[in-house]
């Protein structure tokens, strides 16, 4: 079992930590298979730094998808490079 680390930002982490939020969308440009943890850094954008604040979470069912004009929050070449993944969070 792999352990993949990811940065997020403090209003995602909070979501996640107080189980408002299992699951996690991500850029598929990373491998990740379901049982590896996810260790998820939270990271200040206005400050660009970490704050110190880390979950560890399991993944579970993991669905990688892709397509053109799927989503506007990524750019656009990223997601035809690399798809999505959408990750449960246990």
């Given at each position: 079992m792999a352990n993949v680390e990811k940065k997020v930002?403090?209003?995602?982490?909070?979501?996640?930590?107080?189980?408002?939020?299992?699951?996690?969308?991500?850029?598929?440009?990373?491998?990740?298979?379901?049982?590896?943890?996810?260790?998820?850094?939270?990271?200040?954008?206005?400050?660009?730094?970490?704050?110190?604040?880390?979950?560890?979470?399991?993944?579970?069912?993991?669905?990688?998808?892709?397509?053109?004009?799927?989503?506007?929050?990524?750019?656009?070449?990223?997601?035809?490079?690399?798809?999505?993944?959408?990750?449960?969070?246990?």
């Amino acid at each position: 079992m792999a352990n993949v680390e990811k940065k997020v930002w403090p209003e995602f982490f909070d979501a996640v930590k107080s189980g408002k939020k299992n699951y996690d969308l991500r850029i598929a440009d990373f491998e990740l298979n379901p049982g590896d943890t996810l260790t998820l850094r939270e990271w200040d954008p206005k400050s660009k730094s970490y704050t110190g604040r880390i979950i560890v979470k399991r993944a579970g069912n993991i669905v990688q998808f892709s397509g053109k004009n799927f989503f506007t929050m990524f750019p656009k070449k990223q997601i035809e490079d690399n798809g999505l993944y959408m990750i449960e969070l246990k």
